[in-house]
């Protein structure tokens, strides 16, 4: 890889990573990497062992693809799971994972409103934490692939943002004040019904595409998806799209190949400790 100027998405990274990789020491991030690779071993042999398909995605798929390894500033380990198969996978996770390893989700923790599964580490925490959280370790997440038709997208993605917002209301994470300010500075009731009057009136458009139901809620054409392909990661052999630089092409930019500027390496956590 080879330095490179901001793009859009290092641009809009910095909403929700606010720190430079430099405020973590290299015994820090070290230990992010060493932790996150282990639980990241213990949920793909999971998956494998119970026939569950998963991608790598993300930051953890561009550093598999440009040098096999993490990019040295990544904080997470990012994967998704077909939706069809997401309830199975995070059952058969809270069955055969460790006494060490967490699984967060609304089951496990009921102020949770993020829209996918963490799996953290028992033994450590980040800084800064989610307050209303139990459980702040070391994570790595799992998102949801889901399918749908192109023109109900902006129709779901919509929704799924005030289902987010309600969830962080119910579970003490935000104000009735805050949450309303947001549903108002933010459109978000005139942005769903437009893009419901878009996709049962307006737009024709059948054709089928992928969400990725990360914050960035990214899209990806059908035939980028299949058939998995093997990548090598940090010496493990893992899978993810077949199109794989198609979709990094998409969200990270054409130049996702080229190392941004030291100043653009941001990181969402500034602290970690040991339990």
Not at 5 to 21: A, P, V, W
Not at 133 to 141: A, E, L, P, R
Not at 143 to 171: F, P, S
């Amino acid at each position: 890889m080879k330095s490179n100027d901001s793009n859009d998405y290092l641009i809009k990274s910095k909403i929700y990573k606010k720190y430079h990789y430099s405020v973590l020491s290299q015994e820090e991030l070290r230990y992010l990497h060493n932790k996150t690779l282990e639980i990241f071993r213990v949920v793909i042999d999971v998956f494998n062992n119970n026939n569950i398909p998963y991608m790598i995605c993300g930051g953890t798929l561009l550093g598999a693809v440009t040098s096999q390894n993490f990019i040295p500033w990544d904080d997470d380990i990012d994967l998704c799971v077909f939706e069809d198969d997401y309830d199975r996978a995070i059952s058969c996770l809270r069955v055969n994972c460790p006494n060490d390893i967490i699984i967060q989700c609304k089951d496990t923790e009921p102020a949770y409103y993020h829209g996918w599964v963490k799996v953290r580490d028992k033994y450590s925490e980040v800084f800064p934490k989610e307050e209303t959280y139990k459980s702040n370790g070391v994570w790595i997440d799992i998102y949801k692939l889901v399918r749908c038709k192109r023109k109900d997208a902006a129709y779901w993605i919509n929704r799924e943002y005030i289902y987010y917002l309600t969830r962080r209301l119910h579970g003490g994470g935000i104000t009735k004040t805050e949450y309303w300010k947001r549903i108002s500075c933010n459109k978000l009731i005139h942005k769903l019904l437009q893009s419901k009057i878009e996709s049962t009136l307006l737009n024709k458009d059948d054709s089928v595409i992928y969400i990725i139901w990360s914050a960035s809620k990214i899209i990806l054409q059908e035939n980028w998806i299949l058939p998995l392909k093997k990548y090598d990661f940090e010496g493990l052999q893992v899978t993810s799209f077949f199109g794989a630089e198609k979709y990094l092409s998409s969200h990270y930019g054409s130049n996702y190949t080229f190392l941004p500027k030291d100043a653009d390496r941001m990181i969402g956590i500034q602290r970690i400790e040991k339990i």
